[in-house]
């Protein structure tokens, strides 16, 4: 079984990893995309926010752009505000984010489809970095006053029509070295990078927003996050 395995392989990794690894396969049993706990349209902005029901987690939309999350022992969660469809824009955020004792990220965090992807611009994490999972970033970009390690990972995930179907989910990482909250983001820069290293983009961009992500447990923090339009 597929969570089995992922156990098995996450074995020769920290705790940290293995049970972010299991996370992950919590979120994508059936169907790929998480079911939202709430999303939709929100004072010009399109939001999205999801956790698997443990633990204590407040998310709450603010006016323009702005949100706020208050989090304490959550099993995984991750929401913020943005846009739907997805595009290579730049994205202007500025804000607070307290997570830096726990496993936390603040990073820009997309869907595709056809074929299907979610991906991290990972701008600041807590005590486990993301790219310590590989063993050496696919290549590096400087964009944006940063240094920023490309990642890939591929998984079989359930999916499709009905019980025994299975498609692959492709996830794109892109970690920055210098940790900030808050500046500009150029998305296509990352993307391009993506295509570069060898990854099919999906046709359809789903959605992308500015989130903040917690996960593991033994986990506490804040956020206010906001994003500039369009």
Not at 78 to 96: D, E, I, L
Request: glycine content about 14%.
């Amino acid at each position: 079984m597929l969570a089995f395995t992922s156990v098995l392989v996450a074995l020769v990794y920290s705790t940290t990893i293995l049970a972010n690894l299991i996370n992950v396969e919590k979120r994508y049993i059936t169907h790929g995309l998480p079911t939202p706990t709430r999303n939709g349209t929100h004072d010009g902005f399109y939001y999205y926010f999801w956790t698997d029901g443990q633990g204590s987690v407040n998310y709450t939309n603010k006016a323009g752009g702005q949100y706020t999350v208050t989090w304490s022992n959550t099993g995984n969660f991750f929401g913020g505000k943005g846009w739907s469809p997805g595009s290579g824009r730049n994205v202007t955020y500025s804000g607070s984010w307290d997570g830096a004792q726990g496993n936390s990220y603040v990073s820009l965090y997309g869907w595709m489809q056809n074929p299907l992807i979610e991906y991290y611009i990972v701008e600041s994490f807590g005590t486990y970095d993301p790219g310590s999972a590989f063993s050496a970033p696919k290549e590096t970009i400087t964009v944006d006053g940063g240094t920023y390690n490309i990642y890939i990972t591929r998984r079989t995930i359930a999916g499709g029509e009905g019980p025994g179907h299975w498609t692959v989910l492709t996830q794109l990482w892109s970690v920055r070295q210098q940790k900030r909250v808050g500046g500009t983001i150029n998305a296509q820069a990352h993307l391009d990078a993506w295509a570069r290293a060898g990854v099919k983009l999906g046709n359809t961009h789903t959605f992308q927003i500015l989130a903040t992500e917690a996960y593991f447990y033994k986990n506490i923090g804040t956020a206010s996050i906001t994003v500039q339009g369009p």
